[in-house]
């Protein structure tokens, strides 16, 4: 059974830092682009960040980007979101998706919550 | 590229049939279009991908359709496990887009 199973958030300061990890089991994890999105609260789900199989292409969304990096260990079947500079806009559920080529986001992790106030 | 869906909340009950719509800003290529189901406490959950091509284990009264900047997510006949909020997505070139979601209530 695939799955993914992140970890790391938690409550920080604005202007704080903080890393979520994502661990994949069940598939080949060093063949597929992996996903971050978000849900903030009562929103809908925003598209965060993606990583290739081998992290050749790295994109962000404008909301991020410059603040908040990615990274991807594929013998530990993990991949990272570095988020710095957190604002109070930034507090949702993280969830990390793997990209199944043309198939769309599958499976998707159960999430991890980052609440950033002071 | 902007995803609009519409209506923003369908109310219907079970046994009905459930029409959902995303329309695009821009075209991009139907192959790379996805409808996901999200309920609370619940991670999102692939129903379609490429626009029609139903995800593993997703039930047949679940289909989608559509091209250029049209696409639409029928549910022919509502179980009551069916209401909850539908994102459709692009996934054709970064960044990536959901639309704003619609949610589907008894």
């Known amino acids: 059974e695939m799955q993914l199973v992140e970890s790391g958030g938690g409550l920080v300061r604005p202007g704080g830092s903080l890393r979520l990890s994502c661990e994949a089991s069940?598939?080949?994890?060093?063949?597929?682009?992996m996903n971050w999105v978000r849900q903030a609260p009562g929103k809908g789900l925003e598209w965060v960040s993606s990583?290739?199989?081998?992290?050749?292409?790295?994109y962000f969304a404008d909301s991020v980007k410059g603040r908040f990096s990615i990274s991807r260990d594929n013998a530990k079947n993990s991949v990272y979101l570095h988020m710095n500079s957190l604002r109070v806009e930034d507090t949702a559920l993280y969830y990390c998706?793997?990209?199944?080529?043309?198939?769309?986001?599958?499976?998707w992790g159960q999430g991890a919550l980052v609440t950033v106030s002071s | 590229i902007v995803l609009t869906q519409s209506p923003g909340t369908l109310s219907l009950s079970p046994g009905e049939r459930a029409t959902l719509s995303c329309r695009a800003s821009?075209?991009?290529?139907?192959?790379?279009l996805a409808w996901y189901q999200k309920k609370p406490g619940q991670a999102p959950r692939l129903l379609i991908y490429?626009?029609?091509s139903r995800a593993t284990g997703i039930p047949d009264r679940f289909s989608g359709s559509g091209s250029g900047t049209d696409f639409t997510l029928t549910i022919s006949r509502l179980e009551p496990e069916d209401f909850a909020v539908y994102y459709c997505?692009?996934?054709?070139?970064?960044?990536?887009?959901f639309g704003q979601g619609t949610k589907l209530e008894i």
């Open positions: 821009g075209t991009f290529s139907s192959s790379y």
């Open positions: 997505q692009q996934y054709h070139g970064s960044p990536y887009t």
């Open positions: 490429g626009a029609s």
């Open positions: 998706a793997r990209e199944a080529g043309d198939r769309g986001f599958d499976p």
């Open positions: 990583i290739s199989s081998r992290s050749d292409y790295i």
């Open positions: 069940g598939f080949t994890f060093g063949l597929y682009t």
